[in-house]
């Protein structure tokens, strides 16, 4: 697998997780947030409906107390509210039940409107109290209508609180299997990039001292841009090791050569000085001069010949350290990427945040939401005190009224409760949620924790690139100064045939040799000065050579 591949999956993998997750939690609490709003409806409206029913029990009593025209149509008006509340009730209650308990409510009341109706437009008094009597039994429905919600609505609570356990609960360990499994994946991509890396940083310090025994291991065939780059360097090293063995042959070679030229100089030397005494030993001695001087031709062409196929070798060997280098740079531009994915975990880490903190939003107006059903429930026991104090007033007249009183503070009583429910609900509702923030922290810690490891996988490729830019160099200055050989060995060779062309000059003219005595005198002190230049030079081709260390070395060592 190509390292940009990699990279981008162990970015990859965290973000789509991370979504999931942030999809699943929102789902969930929005329609735990929805559900809430419905009940607390429900509530309500069974409350408000609980209360028009003594609003108008109260305006038929009134009316029965004072018939005038002012009381009858406000009954008449309190009675026809009453029906509208009824039927808007009938639409949002969500069980068969309650809706059952409801028609009964309807059916009843709609025979009470209609003798009440006729009892106002006859202005009958007793009829208008004895249908107000009659209102306390729908009262009594309707108490039993809002105890059937109050357990609907415990069973929604505890529904609630079991989702919304489920709901922490699953976001605590999905955040746990994300971390882990990103610290899993992060661990075992950085070992596979980061293990071959060292060990060619070990390789490359190790060329760079000089040793030349390195023998890497052959990859498999892959895309990894590791195993290329593995693959180009152990390539570089074989080439590199090549060429100093090839260059300390020819400079054995050379070595050799000079040392049996020098030999031969000092007895062509001799030669000369008998030159007067002996002619036929002169043209002996010159013609196999000649031969010498034209096998050292020979050899200093094939000298000259392998000096250039070191050049290439090594010019070869450059351009692969060049190679080398570009695969670092591609490294470095997929850690690049690596970390602009690494910043979109964090960014979506920080969404998760910001969603759950909308949530919090969400919890608090449920939490107001209860606040204003007490609020009604206190302002209902308010109403069932004057009712009682009304009661009490009217004597006798006013016992049921009393009982119907009681009743509404009871349910108001009732309602503070179901109230104090719901703010336990927010408050558990707001502990899972502290709780998911402070695993998207964590999440967001570990995106940082990320971050510094490809800043240092990043400082790792930055020293296999100086490494290797190092050992470009040395094999620039290895090119440079076997070009310098290759011209000198060029001289020399000039020089052998100019030696070549004099010793054919004198075996060809034995009669001259008596006039070119001093001359070839002098052409042989210039050749043993330019042997001495060539042994030097050889010296200090051999110097650099020993800097590197062979695998050859090594066994005549041992």
Known sequence: MALRNRLFLLAFIPLVLSTIIVATIVYQMISVNSASEEDVTVLLEIESLNSELLISQQSLANFSLSPNESNRLNTQNQLMETEKNIDSLGGILPTEDLKRQLETIKSKYDELLFDAGEALDQGSVSETSRQASRMAGITNDVYLLDSMADNWHSNKVQMTEQKINFIVIFSLVAMALIILLSIIVTVIISKRITSPLNKMVEHAKRVADGDLTIT?????????????????????????????????????????????????????????????????????????????????????????????????????????????????????????????????????????????????????????????????????????????????????????????????????????????????????????????????????????????????????????????????????????????????????????????????????????IYASTDEQLRAFEEMNGQISTLSHMSKEMKQQIDQFTLPEKDEKNS
């Open 216 to 512: 890497l291991p052959p990859n498999r065939s892959s895309k990894f841009e590791i195993d290329h780059l593995n693959r180009s360097f152990s390539h570089m090293i074989t080439n590199l090791r090549d060429t100093v063995t090839s260059i300390e042959k020819v400079g054995d070679r050379v070595n050799d050569f000079t040392g049996d030229l020098s030999e031969r100089m000092t007895l062509l030397a001799v030669s000369s000085s008998q030159v007067a005494a002996s002619t036929e030993e002169l043209a002996k001695g010159s013609y196999s001069i000649s031969e010498d001087v034209q096998s050292t031709a020979h050899l200093m062409t094939n000298m000259n010949h392998t000096f250039q196929e070191s050049v290439t070798i090594s010019r070869e060997s450059s351009d692969k350290g060049k190679e080398a280098l570009q695969s670092v740079q591609s490294g470095r531009e997929s850690l690049i990427l690596q970390e602009q994915y690494a910043q979109k975990v964090a960014h979506s880490s920080l969404s998760i945040k910001n969603a759950i903190d909308q949530f919090t939003g969400y919890a608090g107006e449920i939490q107001q939401a209860a606040v204003f059903v007490r609020s009604i429930a206190d302002q209902t026991n308010l109403l069932s005190l004057n009712a009682a104090i009304e009661a009490a007033r009217a004597g006798e007249a006013g016992k049921g009224f009393a009982v119907v009183a009681n009743e509404v503070k009871k349910l108001a009583e009732d309602s503070s409760q179901a109230t104090d429910k719901i703010s336990v609900m927010v408050k558990n509702i707001q502990n899972g949620i502290t709780a998911i923030v402070d695993a998207a922290d964590e999440g967001q810690t570990l995106s940082s924790k990320q971050l510094e490891s490809m800043t240092e996988t990043e400082a790792a490729f930055q020293m296999i690139a100086t490494k290797v830019k190092a050992i470009d160099d040395q094999l620039g200055s290895l090119v440079e100064s076997m070009q310098e050989s290759s011209a000198q060995s060029n001289q020399v060779a000039v020089s052998i045939e100019n030696i070549s062309a004099v010793s054919e000059q004198t075996a060809a003219g034995t009669e001259e």
